[in-house]
């Protein structure tokens, strides 16, 4: 008895498609168990399918297809060497200006493909690392700083204390005059006394060690003139300046530190 197939007809069944046709129902044994079968393997779509008991169970190539198909799932990548992570970016988060090991990426790019890591993870990684590291830099800045205003309050409190100077209104002077050498005496132009002071604002010494402070503001403030307006050179070029730590300070006022 020949097989349902070979009388069935429909539009859909071409002599094209004919064999393909009978192939693919040559399992059921009628017409109506093909609709049945149909009609289950549609409830099926998007169903889980059963998963294998061990995955060591499976053979070489039933393993490769079936870890590849669920890489591809659960967006899992892995990288054969480094080549493969060249577009990767691992600057997301990292505050603009903020220095980029190089090394230090490359370093972490070996340990994604040694360890066989998901790449898809690396840009999520690296925001979150680079987001506490300008988090910590932030705040470094931030209690540097401040520390060095303390230590700047703590060398004119030291100075106002001395027997020599006595009280704030004398360091003020003291401080003025100092400002007034730079100015005058020196042979600076004005340029060159911001130079000075940005210098002297950055040292470690001058605002942080009273005995030396009080030292070059006593010795150069001695070649001050009465008159402030005298000398000076060509008027500085106006330019955007970071602001001094010092500020709020009888030193960092008298030398106008911004």
Same mark, same amino acid.
């Given at each position: 008895m020949p097989h349902w197939t070979q009388e069935f007809n429909h539009v859909s069944v071409t002599d094209d498609n004919r064999g393909a046709f009978n192939t693919a129902m040559?399992?059921?044994?009628?017409?109506?168990?093909a609709i049945i079968g149909g009609? +289950?393997?549609? /409830?099926?779509?998007? /169903?889980?399918?059963?998963?294998p008991e061990s995955i060591d169970k499976l053979d070489e190539t039933s393993r490769t297809e079936f870890t590849s198909q669920a890489h591809k799932l659960f967006n899992i990548r892995k990288a054969a060497n480094i080549d493969d992570l060249k577009d990767v970016n691992l600057k997301d988060?990292?505050?603009e200006g903020s220095p980029y090991d190089e090394n230090f990426a490359l370093a972490y790019k070996q340990f994604v493909v040694d +360890?066989?890591?998901?790449?898809?993870?690396?840009?999520?990684?690296?925001?979150?690392?680079?987001?506490?590291?300008?988090?910590?830099k932030a705040d470094a800045a931030t209690k540097a700083e401040s520390d060095n205003l303390a230590k700047a309050k703590a060398c004119d409190e030291a100075l106002i204390a001395?027997?020599?100077?006595?009280?704030? +209104?004398?360091?003020?002077?003291m401080? +003025?005059?100092?400002?007034?050498?730079l100015k005058n005496e020196c042979g600076l132009d004005a340029d060159g006394v911001e130079e000075v002071a940005d210098a002297l604002a950055e040292s470690p010494y001058l605002t942080k060690n009273h005995k030396l402070s009080k030292i070059l503001m006593q010795k150069i403030g001695a070649l001050a003139t009465e008159a402030e307006s005298q000398g000076g050179g060509a008027p500085s070029k106006e330019?955007?300046?970071?602001?001094?730590?010092?500020?709020?300070?009888?030193?960092?006022?008298?030398?106008k530190w911004k």
């Open positions: 040559s399992k059921y044994n009628s017409v109506d168990d009609f +289950e393997a549609q /409830k099926m779509a998007g /169903k889980p399918f059963k998963l988060g990292l505050p +360890e066989k890591m998901n790449t898809s993870d690396m840009p999520k990684n690296a925001k979150f690392f680079n987001s506490i590291m300008g988090k910590m001395d027997p020599d100077i006595g009280s704030k +209104e004398n360091l003020v002077v401080s +003025e005059r100092f400002a007034r050498a330019k955007e300046k970071p602001k001094s730590p010092h500020v709020g300070t009888p030193t960092g006022d008298a030398l």
